[in-house]
């Protein structure tokens, strides 16, 4: 984890409503570049639209929100601002990787077909040079040998680590999983959670919303308990899970640990 540089991610007061619903309420936070935060707190809290609002899914009504040093929604001309128009924000959302508890693959095409079908759509790569590519990432997630299945023939698990291996595919300077174990067996959490962590040993700059906390403590650098959209904690991981300073925090790791 570096300490210098421009976080991946800053978020200055973000908050977000849907009608009278606020569901962010300040959310002050920054991400560096190959740290690994974990996001945790209860239901409802906001966790997948502070997300979604770093991977311009949605919106933030108030406050700033910048990845990478630029912010989201706006490009600089001048010294103006001005609104990016929907193709400029599609080419922003390119840099990052969204995983999400249900994989959603494309069902008529192999997992070599998911995982090279943007590569090829968006990025214009070469399918010969996406097809490299694709094998490589398939062999890190550990499905080498799974190439030319289709995901009705995939374990949940092995969908996710191919769900993995298409975001890898678009070259992303962040990943964001939202609960990617949640909707899966037990017994196959851990082939996912093991390529989490290779990607973090690599040292990718990832946001993780988890209910894994044996994964946050081992492989966070930072822990972020939200409730009822703001931070109410934010540290060390192994501080949080330890000693956590608030009453709402205590409370909701006696329910989860
Ligand atoms: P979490 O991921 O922490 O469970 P969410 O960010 O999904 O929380 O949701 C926070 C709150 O916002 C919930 O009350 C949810 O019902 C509401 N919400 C989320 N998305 C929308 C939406 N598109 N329209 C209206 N309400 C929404
Ligand atoms: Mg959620």
Known sequence: MTETGTPVVRAVGVCKSYGRLDVLRGIDLEVASGEVMCLIGPSGSGKS??????????????????????????R??????????????????????MVFQRFNLFPHMT??????EAPIGVLGKSKAQARARGVELLEQVGLGDKAAAYPNQLSGGQQ??????????MEPKLMLFDEPTSALDPELVGDVLAVMRDLAEQGMTMVVVTHEMGF????GDSLVFMDEGVVVEHGHPRDVLTSPQ????KSFLSKVL
Not at 88 to 95: C, D, G, Q
């Open 49 to 74: 639209t502070f997300l979604r609002c770093i991977n311009h899914l949605e919106k933030v009504d108030a406050g700033e929100l910048y990845v990478d040093g630029e912010l989201v929604g706006y």
């Open 76 to 97: 600089k001309g001048g010294d103006k601002l001005y609104e990016l128009k929907e193709s400029e924000v599609a080419f922003k959302r390119r840099s990052i990787g």
């Open 111 to 116: 997992a070599l077909g998911n995982v090279i």
């Open 160 to 169: 996710q680590r191919v769900a993995i291996a298409r975001a890898l595919a």
């Open 216 to 219: 946050a403590r081992e492989v």
């Open 246 to 249: 608030h009453e709402r925090t």
